[in-house]
């Protein structure tokens, strides 16, 4: 059984003044979760940065949970991200 959550764009948090990464906190059962989106760019069907600093961060996350995967993409506010999220420590 799949279980939708939508998060509202008010929610998404800017840690960066252009708007690149944003974050916000979900709780899954009592597990909280720290949600951040990187923005990216969709060029010719493929995901590619939207500057160097998100294309760190990708690789980073590629690197630590060896995503050999296709990345979703989500929109907020008008922009694409993709969206990780990892537990609290």
């Given at each position: 059984m799949n279980q939708e959550v939508e998060i509202s764009t008010s929610a998404w948090r800017p840690t960066?003044?252009?708007?690149s990464r944003l974050i916000t906190t979900l709780t899954v059962n009592?597990?909280?979760l720290h949600l951040e989106a990187i923005e990216v760019r969709i060029?010719?069907?493929?995901?590619?940065?939207a500057c160097d600093e998100s294309d760190q961060a990708l690789a980073s996350i590629?690197?630590?949970?060896?995503?050999?995967?296709?990345?979703?993409?989500?929109?907020?506010?008008?922009r694409d991200?993709?969206?990780?999220?990892?537990?609290?420590c």
């Open positions: 960066e003044a252009d708007r009592g597990v909280q060029d010719e069907g493929w995901i590619q940065r590629h690197a630590a949970v060896g995503a050999d995967g296709h990345w979703e993409t989500l929109e907020i506010a008008g991200y993709v969206v990780i999220a990892t537990p609290f």
